[in-house]
């Protein structure tokens, strides 16, 4: 009976292993047919080093104003668990969203993928604020 044990035992590891080993050598096949790893997560970084020079550049308040004169008041959200928007109050765009849509912001979620996401994110806060409050004026 120990026997036996110890060959399931042994089978389990190997089996354990096997697994592990196939894991990390998994190839990325989405770059048309040729097999590169996964991307490193600085790309990641350099993404929102970028998002956050891009935005750096804007101005919330004039974004917004050529929103609304293009027709388009829509809030900016953030993906989430529940329903954000940053600068409006739940009770106060809820008596508004038959009037303002909203738009989700790509990278404005709840996952952060480092330090330069969580600086664009904080920037991002800040803008959508002044923004949404800009777009809050043209919905009342």
Not at 40 to 59: C, G, M, T, V, Y
Not at 77 to 101: E, F, H, W
Not at 114 to 130: C, D, I, L, N, P
């Amino acid at each position: 009976m120990r026997n036996k044990n110890t060959i399931a035992l042994i089978g389990i590891v190997l089996i354990t292993q096997q697994g592990c080993m196939s894991n990390s050598d998994k190839k990325d096949t989405d770059s048309g047919g040729i097999n590169t790893v996964s991307p490193p997560r600085q790309s990641k970084d350099h993404e929102f080093i970028q998002k956050l020079a891009d935005l750096n550049q804007r101005n919330p308040v004039d974004d917004a104003q050529q929103a609304i004169a293009s027709g388009d008041k829509k809030f900016i959200a953030k993906a989430g668990r529940g329903l954000n928007i940053p600068g409006v109050d739940a009770n106060t765009y809820s008596m508004l969203k038959g009037q303002c849509g909203l738009r989700y912001e790509r990278g404005f979620g709840d996952q952060l993928y480092g330090q330069h996401h969580r600086r664009f994110y904080s920037a991002f806060v800040t803008y959508a604020e002044k923004y949404n409050q800009t777009i809050l004026s043209a919905c009342q």
